[in-house]
Structures are given as C-alpha cells and as structure tokens.
C-alpha cells in the first residue's frame, strides 16, 4: 500500500491511496468466512456453508465492504500520523477514465481532496478595547416587571366596559366598500387582544366598549399590516390576510380582562418561595437583584458578540471555500444551491471563529472539565424553567435533569463546544482592555437592535 499527498496550494491537497491485493485479500478471505459461519442457506446446515459458495454468491459486495472499511481506516490512520488538520471530511475525487473488474485482483488507485485548516496568530493584546456595559434597572423596567408577574399570577374577569389591554371577544364580518355586508366575504368570531392593537386611534376606538356594541375596524391599519396578526385574527392564510384591503364589523360578545394579582403575602410566597420577603420594599428589591442578573447576562452576551466581531476583523485569514462548499452539498443532499449561496457567509464565519478558540485552548492548555459542562447545562435548564415560572427547581433536580440531558450525544456534543467558548472568551477578556459603562435598559435594547 502507498499513501502520498499532493497539496494543489495552501488550503487544499489530494491524497492518493494505492491499494494491492495483498493488501485486502487477507480481510476479504476472513470477512467471506466469517459470513459462511453465520450463514444459513437452503441445503446446508447453519455455519456449513463452504466459503467457495459464499464467494461466489457474495464475494463482489463483500470485496467492496471491505475495500471500504481498509480506505476508511487507511485514510484517518494517515491523516492522524501526519497530523494533519483538514476542514470538513475527504471528499472522493471520481476518476471516469479507471475501471476495475473487482475479479479480487485489482489494484486500486483511490485519490480524496482534503480542505487544509489556514495556519494564523492569535495576537490580541490590551491595545485592543471593548465595552462592557453595566445595564440600570431603572424604575420603568422594574415597574414593567412587576407587572407582568402580577398579570401572571392575576385572575380572569369580565368587566362591562374594556379598558386598556382587556381582550376583546367578538364577530368580525367583511365589508364591501360601501359598508355593507361583502357576500361570501370572511366572517369569524375570534379575540382582540387591546395590547397588541398598534394604531391608537383604533385602540381609542375599543375602549370604553360593552357587550353587543358594535364598530367599524380597520384591521390591516390596527396591526400595523402585519400579515401574521391578522392571519391569526381571520384564521386565514398568511398570503391571503397580506392583500387584505376590507374594513370589518367587529360585533362584542365578551369582555376579558386579567386582573393583576394583589401585592401581598400569598403573592410574594408564590413568586419567591414561602417566608423569602414579607414586605413589598423586599420583594421589589429581590426582583431587582432577579433583573440585574438577567441584564449581566444580556450584557455579556453584547461582550461576547463583540468579541466575535474583534476576533474576526482581527485575525484574517482564507478557507478552502470552493471545497467546503462542494463537501456541504456532498453531506446535505437536500442542501439548494440558493441556500448554499445564501448561508455560506455565516458558515465560514462560524468555522473561523470555532478555528481561532481550538487555536486558543490549545496555545493557552486551557481545559473543558466534565464540572464546567454539567454547570453549564444546569444553568440552561434552569433558564428554560423560570420562563415558565420564577420560582427555582431544587438543585438535586436539576442536576438530576441536567444528566439525564447529556446522556443524549447532541445535547452533549452542543454544550461541551458552548462550554469551551465560555472558556475562551474568559480568557479573552483578561488580556484585551475592557471599558466599562454604564446604560439604562431601553438604551442597551436600541444599542442591540441597531
């Protein structure tokens, strides 16, 4: 067997395999024998069937089974012993001119292109600068939180006039342009939720309304024309709620409001777990304690978006991108050109930067302990519970769901990489400049949104 490799430039290479029959016959012979062992065939007892008929029935899928598995292990074996770091998987290089007979005779020529990982420097230094920003929790945003928790745990009732964010039950019936009933037109008995109506005027309109009064709506202006939401309203489709141009009648049948729940003791036991606080000055200072350790998390992830940034205007260096792209479409059959074309920019950014962390964590011996991914699943099944409720799960719970989480490949595989980019842009953060500065909430979400 000959193994060599031929680099065509810096980020790609073909490697050539040349395979002899000395070089598989001997796991051809075994794999043939061993099948004859398990074989069970008509007119012949289980595990008597000669290895001559066995060659003769199955020998040529056999040759190819085993052809393969020696070029897999070949291939990787290769790959290990010249450490090479290649982007993707090798890909087969098809030569139409070779032909073979598969007669167990063959010599083989196999020829795999390989992408190569760039070679760079990791050079950043305190000379480069980002900002981490403390974000206030302002009387506004800690106002607004309350509110919900107490909307949360509030109680349903149905007053005779609507109000601000009532949810309004009713008829919708379609018109025609002069205001009559359009024949065969929609017609749909449905709710309007008061908070999600975005013209004010029309908001204006809904308020102060009681059971069976009736007006005119607008609904394409009263959702901004959002052909989502009033898809929704309508329960109609999508396309056909964005041509929408008719007025309807909107008929109320019922009020709903929900009622915030009362600031008291029951309520903050709910909130916080029994006894926690038992004044209302506690319980907001708990809820301020709960917000600005969600907006240091929202303030690290503006850091951590930064740094991707920096790292990647920083360190510039080339892909093997015509390979990539090819081997992308290789391993996603259903993968169109279009959305090849369309995602491959965001692709190569996100191989660059998991290129610069390995580069870190392996100059730097930084290290992914077994603790660091438990932790950090932790933290992700709590987050997903207190989106559902405030109160904490116990911690042999969520440990417990924690392991049973990571007993999953993907699961583990995705939280062991997000596990090792925490490790890196720690480690980042102690060797570039970090201004800090301080922003209210409403400032820090324009700054996120622009």
């Known amino acids: 067997m000959n193994i060599s490799q031929e680099k065509t430039d810096n980020l790609n290479a073909v490697i050539k395999i040349n395979i002899d029959a000395q070089d598989y016959q001997a796991r051809v012979d075994k ?29 040529k899928s056999i040759l190819v089974d085993e052809i393969n598995n020696l070029l897999s292990d070949t291939l990787n074996n290769y ?10 998987q090798p890909l087969p290089k ?4 070779k032909e073979y007979n ?19 420097a990791v050079n950043f230094s305190a000379e ?29 009732t149905n007053p005779d006039v609507s109000a601000d964010d009532d949810v309004l039950f009713g008829e919708l019936v379609q018109l025609s342009e002069d205001g009559s009933v359009f024949e065969g037109g ?120 930064d740094m991707y940034t920096l790292a990647l205007e920083k360190i510039n260096f080339e892909l093997p991108d015509e390979f990539l792209k090819r081997w992308l479409k290789a391993t996603n059959e259903k993968l169109s050109d279009e959305e ?28 992914v302990k077994y603790e660091d991914v438990l932790d950090l699943a932790k933290q992700r099944i709590d987050a997903q519970f207190r989106m559902y409720s405030p109160q904490s799960i116990s911690e042999d719970q969520l440990n417990q769901y924690a392991v049973q989480f990571l007993q999953d490949k993907e699961n583990a595989n995705r939280i062991f990489e997000e596990a090792k980019s925490e490790k890196v842009f720690d480690y980042l953060k102690g060797i570039v ?14 700054l996120v949104q622009a």
């Open 31 to 59: 794999a043939i024998k061993d099948q004859a062992k398990k074989a069970q065939l008509p007119g012949f007892r289980k595990g008597m069937v000669p290895a001559g008929h066995i060659k003769k029935m199955y020998g």
């Open 186 to 305: 929609i017609t749909n008995t449905s709710t309007i939720r008061l908070d999600q109506v975005q013209d004010e005027a029309i908001k204006a309109s809904l308020i102060g309304l009681k059971k069976d009064d009736v007006i005119e709506l607008d609904i394409q202006k009263a959702f901004n024309n959002e052909a989502a939401r009033v898809a929704a309203v309508l329960k109609i489709e999508e396309a056909a709620a964005a041509d929408l141009q008719s007025k309807f009648r909107f008929t109320v049948k019922n009020i709903n409001r929900l009622e915030e729940s009362d600031l008291d003791q029951a309520f903050f036991d709910k909130i916080l777990g029994e006894g926690t606080v038992t004044t209302e000055e506690e319980f907001k200072a708990k809820i301020t304690e709960e917000l600005e350790g969600m907006m240091e998390q929202d303030a690290d992830r503006k850091l951590q978006a």
């Open 128 to 156: 480069d600068t980002l900002t981490k920003y403390k974000i206030k929790v302002d009387d506004e945003t800690l106002a607004s939180r309350i509110k919900n928790l107490r909307r949360s745990y509030g109680k349903m």
């Open 433 to 446: 400049t970090l201004n800090e500065q301080e922003i209210t909430f409403d400032e820090f979400s324009k």
């Open 94 to 97: 098809v030569d139409e001119t």
């Open 79 to 88: 790959l290990n012993e010249q450490q090479l770091e290649v982007l993707g």
């Open 340 to 367: 090849l074309n369309g995602g491959y920019d965001e692709f190569a950014k996100n191989l660059k930067w998991t290129l610069i962390g390995n580069k870190v964590v392996k100059e730097n011996e930084l290290e």
């Open 102 to 120: 598969w007669d167990f005779n063959d010599n083989f020529e196999f020829n795999y292109e390989v992408g190569l990982a760039p070679e760079f």
